[in-house]
Every structure is written in C-alpha cells, then in structure tokens.
C-alpha cells in the first residue's frame, strides 16, 4: 500500500519541503497523510474543473505546484476549494517554492523544454544554458528568439524585448522571476526567459543590455508536471499517475 506520506516523503527527497521560501505554503495542504493512494493527478493548481476531474478518474491525491492553501483561512465556505477537497475526500500535497529551487524542478526542465545545453541550475534556482548548435548559425536575434520560445513551450503569444545581440547563452525562470534579471546578465545570458516581469524590470533590462521574453506564468511552469509524473511513476508502479487535462490558466489572446 502506498501512502500521500510515502509520496510526500519521495518529493521531499529531490525538492526538500524545507527549502521553501519563507512565505510559502507547502505540503500536505489537506486531507491524511496516513490515506491509500491508487491514483493521483497532478496539475498546476487546484481548480473546480480540477477537483471534478480528480472525482471522475477516482483519485485519492492531486499534487499541484501553486499551493492550494496560501493564506489564512478566515472562513470556509462551500465554494472554497478546500471545502469541496474535504466534501470529495480528496488529499493534496503542494511544492511550490521547493520546486522552483530543486535542481531537478521547475527551470532544469523550462531550460531542458527550450533545448539549452549544458544546463546548470543556481542556489537561486535560476537555471542557464547554451543555444543549441543547429541554431548558433547566423543572427539568433530578439525576435527569431521570442518566436523560438513560443514554438517550443507552445504558446499562444509571447511578449519580448528587442535587444539587438546575437543570442547565444539563456537564462530561465518560470513563473515571477523577472526580478532576476540582473542575476541573468551575472550568468552570461543574453536572453532571459521568464513567466511574469514588471514593468521597471523590462526597463532595466534594456539598460543591462539583456533580452527579456515574457512566455507566460503557465506556459513556464507548467513544463515541469510531466517530468514530475514520470519520475513518481517510476517510484510507485502501483499507483497510476495522471496529468490534468482540464486545467488552464484562463488566459486568451485577441
């Protein structure tokens, strides 16, 4: 029999829930960590559409990156996601920042996604690499670069920064790492990759001068589910892992 503690106690072995950062929330989120588990999901966040395809499939876990759980909980409605988790008996085990910082999370497997070669991955959790060769020939320019990223994380659109350099070295950070961008320029990168910037950040980044391609929180996160449910099917070969097909992050493009 398998436990949500033996699956805790795995990901805790590669992504130690310790290092999260210190706002974070992860874990065991809800339900018991002593529940039999024969079939998981996993997913980006918990969403209803999420909770309902965890019912209909029959699996006792969701494991999600974003915490279901972030902040205090003052009440407990029937509309919120951890009411409709206890109602369906459903268990959820979250590695966020943990994630992001493990050597094998979040940005090895967005750089690994991009192609880069020779992928090291920082304390920061910020990962670099190389362009591959076949495409070091000729102008590897901002724009060629933001199209490159858009076809390989399959998104519907990309925004970049039009920095005239050749690119060669990439640095990546999923979700909201735009305030690295300094650390980015420190690796060597010419581009850096990323799922949310603000604004002043984009504005430095002209002045460092380094290319900035925003491809979305989702897109960038979102690569490390698959690899995560192989490395857990691998582990447990008695309980089947499943990646969500109806989750989305609601975005549209016009």
């Known amino acids: 029999m398998t436990t949500v503690k033996d699956i805790y106690d795995f990901i805790d072995s590669f992504a130690p829930f310790t290092s999260a950062l210190d706002f974070d929330n992860v874990g ?47 009440s407990l409605e029937s509309n919120a996601l951890p009411y409709m988790l206890a109602r369906k008996n459903l268990n959820v085990i979250s590695a966020h920042t943990n994630l992001d910082l493990s050597p094998d999370g979040v940005n090895f497997h967005l750089a690994q996604k991009l192609g880069l070669e020779n992928i090291t991955v920082t304390k920061d959790g910020i990962a670099v690499g190389d362009i591959e060769n076949p495409y070091r020939w000729g102008n590897f320019s901002s724009r060629r670069f933001a199209e490159f990223v858009k076809k390989h994380l399959d998104c ?16 990546v950070g999923g979700g909201a790492c735009g305030e690295y961008i300094c650390l980015a320029k420190e690796l060597g990168a010419d581009a850096f990759v990323t799922g949310e910037i603000k604004h002043n950040f984009i504005i430095e980044s002209h002045a460092l001068p380094l ?33 969500s097909q109806t989750f989305t992050d609601y975005i549209n493009y016009v």
């Open 156 to 171: 519907k659109g990309v925004r970049y920064t039009d920095i005239p350099n050749d690119i060669k070295r990439v640095a």
């Open 211 to 243: 290319t900035v391609v925003d491809a979305g929180h989702y897109k960038t996160e979102d690569v490390v589910i698959n690899p995560l449910k192989e490395k857990l099917q691998k582990a447990f070969d008695e309980v089947t892992f499943v990646k």
């Open 28 to 74: 065991i989120l809800v339900g018991d960590k002593n529940a039999d588990v024969r079939k998981v999901l996993l997913s980006l966040d918990v969403t209803e559409e999420v909770i309902g395809e965890a019912d209909r499939i029959q699996a006792q876990l969701i494991i999600t990156h974003h915490p279901v759980i972030f902040r205090a909980i003052k």
